[in-house]
């Protein structure tokens, strides 16, 4: 079975362009969440979704939304970027909303210049 | 809230010896505890982790982590390393109850050397 996939695996854009990455979960799972990794720290939790609606939302500016599709897909939309929002962004499925194990994709790259 | 502290942000060790990484949480509620690993330019891989029952617990590539519940530790312990194993390891924890949010520490690199 594949698992998480995401697109694109790297992405330059520049301040105050908008970005859209892609998560695709394993199949089955109905949870997906998103993480931040700057350089040097561990992820930091953005969204959840579950059956398409928000289940958590962790300390980020409003630039940050997120969305769930009906196939249990998800984006994450960043608008007006800053350099601080260069990192790695990790997608993670999970077969429920609850402390079941999180499987991690690949991370898309954002580089913001 | 929870919080993960690994200490130490480094750790060089020669190919075939032991190592241990530690991590300590603290939390006002119970928690689950996971360690992951991260190969240079992928994404995070599940080693193990504890939910409850034994505090020993033991994972894949040989990994084994021990809760210890009166020092809020969790710490990772290999008997014996291969070079393969050099990547950043990250503990984390989440909350019981309700959720699936992690809250990772700031992780340790693992450099095994010949």
């Known amino acids: 079975d594949a698992g998480v996939t995401q697109s694109p695996t790297h992405l330059i854009k520049t301040r105050g362009q908008h970005v859209t990455l892609r998560c695709s979960p394993i199949s089955g799972h109905k949870s997906v969440s998103w993480y931040q990794q700057v350089l040097g720290q561990g992820p930091q939790f953005i969204f959840q979704?579950?059956?398409?609606?928000?289940?958590g939302r962790g300390n980020f500016p409003d630039r940050f939304s997120a969305r769930q599709f009906p196939n249990y897909s998800s984006e994450l939309n960043v608008n007006a970027l800053l350099l601080g929002d260069s990192a790695l962004y990790l997608c993670?499925?999970?077969?429920?909303?609850?402390?079941?194990?999180?499987?991690f994709g690949p991370g898309t790259r954002l580089l913001v210049l | 809230a929870q919080s993960v502290t690994q200490l130490d942000s480094q750790v060089p060790v020669f190919e075939e010896a032991p190592v241990e990484l530690r991590c300590n949480y603290s939390?006002?509620?119970?928690?689950?505890l996971f360690w992951y690993v991260q190969y240079p330019n992928q994404g995070l891989q599940l080693l193990l982790k504890?939910?409850?029952?034994?505090?020993l617990v033991k994972g894949i590539n040989g990994f084994e982590a021990e809760f210890n519940k009166s020092q809020t530790s969790f710490h990772l312990r290999k008997p014996s390393v291969h070079i393969s194993d050099t990547a950043e390891y990250f503990c984390a924890v989440i909350r019981t109850g309700g959720g699936n949010k992690l809250t990772f520490g700031t992780g340790t690199q693992l450099k095994v050397e010949l």
């Open positions: 979704y579950y059956e398409k609606e928000e289940r």
């Open positions: 939390s006002s509620v119970s928690v689950y």
């Open positions: 504890y939910l409850s029952g034994s505090t």
């Open positions: 993670a499925s999970s077969s429920s909303s609850g402390q079941e194990t999180q499987y």
